[in-house]
């Protein structure tokens, strides 16, 4: 350690987390429903308002609804409609598709997706609960509520400070931290540390893991810009003889995508003559921004960590995968990173389960983000403006076009085909639990608010209830019935709210023991 620039040594904290966006906070507050002390340490003094993300999908919405959050993403929700309906008055669709209407249905490689094409009675849309209100929730609005839910929970947050290195041994971490403001250095003293800090993660680099992945073609921007002349500009997406761009849904906002590969400079402000060029070249409309108040570029790189664990460092969010953002799939997959890490690294801080539960975040994670990697892939390979890819495009619209193309494509962006390979054999096992309707009027969501696991008894059976005896303050059991789903006997829900374990009534499941020692640890006093 550099003890030169470092004043003192704080200790007591459990994990350290590395990035107060979305994916560290909701860590953080995770790792605190379990028991952790936490502190995340982050550079910006306030949240980063610059236009990122825009939208969840089912997986990210049913996870922050079983905390308890789906009133406050609804409200999110419905300001970004009001605002989408104001500027859709005055904007029609582009590449020739309507502007869809209010119910969120995605895109893919700009090419919308009609929602009154998706078949909802597809068995893979099934049990996700009332989170279908649910889907325009711009990046800034929800790290705020993340960051409010991170504040109740009780989890210190410490902003204007810069992770600028660490040491692990076989005891911890030793953190070293700058406050921003040039006061003195100083290090932190943790169990673990968790790296949420971006896709040029600091923490990955000093830890050693490996980034491969495929080079950009790509220069994109995305902005908020006072602009006039752009009355012949299209609403939506839009290809043209350049690249792709898109105008709306919000006031202001514009995207632009050459491919004529990455930026020279990545770093520096997007200027309203840089951004102007832009649009003028891939829209032919001489469109002036007078000023830029929000933008970012971004390309396709398109890279992904070979292991999300070294040691006792951890990567979770953009420092585990990057991609390009088209189908708002970032956001959402580094969602589902801390809900699968936090209740897992909680238990391993507590003593409750080995270390070894830990391999499994990656075993978990790693194959979707994989997947998101090459799904992004795969637009990028539908957009470019040569006559291979413009003749793909065709055929994927007509393909989207249809109700089985839109249903698949829904499906893929919305997460539902997600499922860990977990042991057992019911159909439910590793997936996302269903949000069963009880019969005293509560929902399985209402259950899951404190980031426990809960042994759902719905068959009244004492034998099963009793083997939740040394889970105290891990598991919650709970007896109750589901009229609608009568062949259910019993669930084991992971705090992640995924299915560990499942039964039906007619009784050819085994126990949950085994489920409950894997995910759990052993029982106290075994």
Known sequence: MDTENTQNTETNYDVVVAGAGPVGLLLAAELTLGGARVLVVERLAEVDETIK???????????????????????????????????TRTHGGGDNNPVPPPKFAGH???????????????????????????????QAPLERLLGRHANELGVEVRRQVELTGFDTDEDGVTVRLAPTDGSAPYAVRAGWLVG???????????????????????????????????????????????GTYAFGPLPGRILAVEFDGPPAARQSPV?????????????????????VHSSTRFTDNCRQADTYRAGRVLLAGDAAHVHSPFGGQGLNLGVGDAMNLGWKLALVVSGRAPVDLLDTYTAERHPIG???????????????????????????????????????????????????DLPGDHPLTGRSAPDL????????????????????????????????????????VLTASCPG?????????????????????????DDPSDALRLWLGAPVGA
């Open 485 to 509: 789903r009568p062949e259910l006997a019993a669930l084991l829900v992971r705090p992640d709210g995924f299915t560990a374990w499942a039964a039906d009534t007619d009784g050819t499941e």
């Open 196 to 242: 949420c800090d971006g896709g040029r993660s600091l923490v990955r680099k000093l830890s050693g893991i490996e980034f491969p992945g495929t080079a950009p073609e790509i220069t994109g921007y995305q902005a908020i810009a006072d602009m006039t002349g752009t009355e012949p500009l299209r609403g939506g997406w839009n290809t043209t003889d350049v």
């Open 271 to 291: 200027t309203a003559e840089e951004l102007q060029a832009s649009v003028r070249r891939v829209t032919g409309v001489d469109v002036t921004v007078h000023k």
């Open 53 to 87: 993300a825009g939208g969840l999908n089912s997986t990210t919405t049913v996870a922050l609804y079983r905390r308890g959050l789906l009133p406050d993403l609804t409200r999110i929700h419905e300001e970004a409609m009001n605002r989408f309906k104001e500027f």
């Open 108 to 138: 893919f490689s700009g090419i919308m997706l009609r929602a009154d094409l998706l078949d909802e009675s597809d068995p893979a849309f099934a049990g996700l609960g009332p989170v279908d209100r649910v889907g325009l929730v711009p």
């Open 437 to 476: 309707e009880l019969a005293d009027g509560t929902r399985l969501a209402d259950h899951l608010h404190n980031g426990r696991a809960l042994l759902l008894d719905l068959a009244d059976d004492p034998k099963l209830r009793a083997r939740a005896d040394g889970y105290e303050g891990v598991v919650d």
């Open 370 to 420: 994989a997947w998101v990697l090459d799904w992004t892939r795969a637009q990028i390979a539908v957009m470019r403006p040569e006559p291979h890819s413009r003749a793909l495009r065709e055929v994927v619209t007509d393909l989207a076009g249809t109700v089985d193309g839109t249903t698949y494509l829904v499906k893929r962006i919305s997460g539902v085909w997600q499922r860990y």
